[in-house]
């Protein structure tokens, strides 16, 4: 399961029709001295409490973020691998790097949370909180998508971050959930490189009247300096052999005679069930194969795979 729509739309700046006065989140300094500190958060308002999240998320700030959490949960997402605690934060903040929390008021005095890195600006809009004796909920408007309820629980004197939309924010499932996700995409990505590859030796055999050697010589070149040893025609990371999690084996089928009539491009998950669950194979004819080989090499023999396979 995803994130709802509302909240894994990443947004480009936008202008407000009110100018507001934005100022740094780091000036909220009961929350920084406890962050610094390692005390229990205990803010009052639950629409703080959710701006703080933001703020950590937003920030990457893993510590502080893991404050705003129900207990079992903060125990779960400290016990996550580093890379996956990190795409945690990016999924709340639509960030891919740390970014600058901006804090502002709307024209009715709610919240306004604006999340500044290099390429765009995430924006969150909090409105007024439904709030029960121990439960609120808080509808946040996402620049550019829809309105989704945050959830917010009272514990340990403080509000902590429940669910999104109507996801229970549950660490060790979404985690899993994530985590599986992150695979589809990596397969999905080593399928499209694969047909990359072919189009790429299919424009070096056109202009050099040969097969290349290697993948190597696919990769850059020095400038106005194309040759059949570098043809420009793909990136270095793929040059190599690996990416994305997935590593990639080019071979040249010979004929009887020892002459080359075509090719083979395999590609299989560097770390079975975690960079990728499904291998692929480009055979001789151009039919590409994949399927679940428990991280050994796929062949002819597997089932083929159409591009609009390649999200399963």
């Known amino acids: 399961m995803r994130i709802p729509g509302a909240i894994i739309r990443r947004v480009g700046f936008v202008g407000l029709a009110c100018a507001f006065f934005m100022v740094p989140i780091a000036a909220r ?5 406890s962050a610094s500190s390692g005390e229990a958060v205990t803010e009052a308002d639950p629409s703080a409490a959710l701006v703080s999240v933001l703020t950590a998320a937003c920030r990457h700030d893993e510590a502080q973020f893991s404050k705003y959490l129900i207990a079992d949960n903060a125990a779960a997402f400290r016990d996550l691998p580093s890379d996956e605690r990190a795409s945690v934060l ?5 960030t891919e790097e740390a970014g600058r929390p901006l804090l502002s008021s709307d024209q009715d005095g709610r919240p306004v949370l ?8 995430s924006e969150f809009q909090l409105g007024a909180p439904r709030t029960g004796e121990n439960l609120a909920f808080i509808p946040v408007q996402i620049i550019g998508g829809t309105v989704t309820d945050f959830g917010m629980v009272r514990e340990g004197g403080g509000w902590r971050l429940l669910s999104v939309g109507l996801m229970v924010f549950d660490i060790r499932q979404l985690a899993s959930r994530w985590k599986e996700e992150a695979a589809e995409d990596r397969e999905t990505a080593a399928i499209h490189a694969v047909l990359d590859l072919q189009s790429a030796i299919g424009t070096y055999r056109r202009a050099f009247d ?3 050697e290697s993948l190597q010589q696919l990769g850059p070149a020095p400038k106005n300096q194309v040759s059949p040893e570098r043809a420009n025609l793909i990136g270095a990371v793929l040059a190599s052999g690996s990416l994305n999690g997935y590593r990639f084996r080019y ?8 002459n080359p009539t075509g090719y083979e491009i395999s590609a299989t998950p560097e770390i079975y069930g975690k960079t990728g669950q499904r291998s692929f194979f480009l055979d001789a004819a151009g039919k590409l194969h994949g399927g679940d080989k428990h991280g050994e090499s796929a062949s002819g023999d597997d089932p083929l795979v159409h591009a609009d396979d390649a999200q399963r």
């Open 29 to 33: 300094a009961q929350t920084e001295r």
């Open 90 to 94: 990016k999924r709340l903040s639509l």
């Open 114 to 121: 604006r999340c500044q890195v290099a390429v765009a600006t």
């Open 210 to 212: 040969q097969f290349p």
């Open 251 to 258: 071979r040249i089928v010979n004929n009887a005679d020892g």
